[in-house]
T-cell receptor, first 115, second 110 residues
Framework: GAVVSQHPSRVICKSGTSVKIECRSLDFQATTMFWYRQFPKKSLMLMATSNEGSKATYEQGVEKDKFLINHASLTLSTLTVTSAHPEDSSFYIC???????????FGPGTRLTVT | RKEVEQDPGPFNVPEGATVAFNCTYSNSASQSFFWYRQDCRKEPKLLMSVYSSGNEDGRFTAQLNRASQYISLLIRDSKLSDSATYLCVVNPSDDYKLSFGAGTTVTVRA
C-alpha cells in the first residue's frame, strides 16, 4: 500500500515556458500533499503543503505565483512551474499522507531541466 | 542552526560489518522521528519510524535520545543492497511538515 505516482519522471523545457507535474496517491486518500525540491547532494526542501480543496501553504522564499499548486481531489495534486528559468532545474518530489498520519510517502520524483 | 543535522559520511564498510550513525535535531518539542532511505537519483523511501523506547526492524535498529536530542540508526550484517543515503527526518511541530537532514551516505563493499 501507500503508493504515490508522479508524472512526468523527466522533463526538459525551454526557458520561459511552463511545466505541470502531477502527483497521485494510488491506493489511499491523501488529505495532505507536500511538494519538495532537492538539489544535488542537498536535503529535500519543502516548497509547499496542500490540503484537498484549499489553497496551498507556501514556505518562506517560495513564490506562490511561480509555483502554482492545485489539490483538486484526495488523490491528485499538481505543481506548475511557470515561466521556468535554468535555476529552476531541480528534482521535484511530491509526497502524500493520510488523515492523522505523520509518515509521508513519496512519489518517484520529476527531474526538471530548463535550457 | 539547521533543524536536522547529520554526518554526511561516507561510511565505507565491508559486507557483514555493523555501521551506526546519528543525527541531531534542534527542536526539543519534536514528536515524530523517522529514517528514510534514498538511492541515487530516486525518491526517499520510509525505512522505519523511531519510537521513544527504541525499535528494531530486522537488521536495523533505531534509537531516540530525547535528552540529548539525537536519533541513531544501526545496521547489522551489512548487505551490498544497504548502500544508500539515509535521511534523518523529524516532525518538529504539531503540523505534519517534516524536516530532513541532508543524509548520511553508506557504501557497503564486497
Amino acid at each position: 500500500g501507500a503508493v504515490v505516482s508522479q508524472h512526468p519522471s523527466r522533463v526538459i523545457c525551454k526557458s520561459g515556458t511552463s511545466v505541470k507535474i502531477e502527483c497521485r496517491s494510488l491506493d489511499f486518500q491523501a488529505t495532505t500533499m507536500f511538494w519538495y525540491r532537492q538539489f544535488p547532494k542537498k536535503s529535500l526542501m519543502l516548497m509547499a503543503t496542500s490540503n484537498e480543496g484549499s489553497k496551498a501553504t507556501y514556505e518562506q522564499g517560495v513564490e506562490k505565483d511561480k509555483f502554482l499548486i492545485n489539490h483538486a481531489s484526495l488523490t491528485l495534486s499538481t505543481l506548475t512551474v511557470t515561466s521556468a528559468h535554468p535555476e529552476d532545474s531541480s528534482f521535484y518530489i511530491c509526497s502524500a499522507s493520510g488523515t492523522g498520519a505523520h509518515e509521508q510517502y513519496f512519489g518517484p520524483g520529476t527531474r526538471l531541466t530548463v535550457t | 542552526r539547521k533543524e536536522v543535522e547529520q554526518d554526511p559520511g561516507p561510511f565505507n564498510v565491508p559486507e557483514g560489518a555493523t555501521v551506526a550513525f546519528n543525527c541531531t535535531y534542534s527542536n526539543s518539542a519534536s514528536q515524530s522521528f523517522f529514517w528514510y532511505r534514498q538511492d541515487c537519483r530516486k525518491e526517499p523511501k520510509l525505512l522505519m519510524s523511531v519510537y521513544s523506547s527504541g525499535n528494531e526492524d530486522g537488521r536495523f535498529t533505531a534509537q531516540l535520545n530525547r535528552a540529548s536530542q539525537y536519533i541513531s540508526l544501526l545496521i547489522r550484517d551489512s548487505k551490498l543492497s544497504d548502500s544508500a543515503t539515509y535521511l534523518c527526518v523529524v516532525n518538529p511541530s504539531d503540523d505534519y511538515k517534516l524536516s530532513f537532514g541532508a543524509g548520511t551516505t553508506v557504501t557497503v563493499r564486497a
